[in-house]
């Protein structure tokens, strides 16, 4: 069966009552950076289904610049792993005493046991949009892509499964790995997969990294 746009352009807003508010609520509170998984694999459909989901995501000039590589190789991920030991290594030695001790015991990856690596690139080059809204913030292109990436962990919430976002990564080196276009840019390392513990505060506040900060804070009215 063919899309018809007009099929979207005559949709009737849905009515989103209080329940769904405090579920939504709920939904936001419990998507967790998940780094101990389960090693039951997720079925391709449901992969293709949260991307489906992700791509929903509001973009700068329609410009949909999220691309996706579902890195299943086993050769290409020990590479990503042994990429990660390497950035790890490296960010350990920048701190000193009590707080490299601390980092040291973080597990910080999911690498290992997660059934699903998914990089997520922003395609730097695109011509969809013609442009539209980035000329003066080139960087909202690659924040359209983080849009996307919210979208997907929230959906993979829904459904019961964890998302991580690794960061310790040289993004050059992960391109290579995956040998991607030279103007796809890596927004985000992913894992996903089915959550072996889960806990409604960030492993990092549990663990003592860093404390969430007080509302009062971050918002300023001028």
């Not at 009590?98 to 597990?107: C, F």
């Not at 996307?148 to 993979?156: D, G, T």
């Amino acid at each position: 069966m063919t899309h018809d746009p007009g099929d979207e352009r005559n949709a009737q807003p849905p009515r989103f009552d209080a329940d769904f508010a405090n579920l939504l609520t709920e939904l936001f509170r419990w998507r967790r950076d998940v780094r101990r998984f389960r090693s039951e694999p997720i079925g391709g459909e449901v992969l293709d289904e949260l991307v489906a989901l992700a791509t929903l995501a509001p973009s700068v000039g329609h410009s949909q610049p999220w691309r996706f590589v579902a890195v299943e190789s086993e050769e290409r991920r020990s590479a990503v792993i042994a990429s990660f030991k390497r950035c790890n290594a490296a960010a350990l030695a920048t701190y000193e005493g009590e707080a490299a001790a601390l980092y040291a015991r973080l597990k910080l990856a999911g690498l290992c046991e997660a059934p699903v690596h998914l990089a997520v690139f922003c395609d730097t080059a695109t011509e969809v949009g013609r442009g539209l809204g980035r000329m003066t913030m080139p960087e909202t292109l690659c924040y359209s892509v983080v849009g996307a990436i919210q979208n997907l962990a929230l959906a993979a919430r829904a459904r019961g499964l964890g998302v991580g976002w690794i960061s310790i990564l040289d993004p050059r080196e992960i391109a290579t790995i995956l040998d991607v276009p030279a103007e796809w840019r890596l927004v985000a390392y992913l894992c996903m997969g089915w959550p072996l513990e889960e806990h409604l505060d960030p492993e990092l506040e549990r663990h003592g990294w860093q404390a969430r900060l007080p509302q009062s804070g971050i918002l300023k009215r001028r």
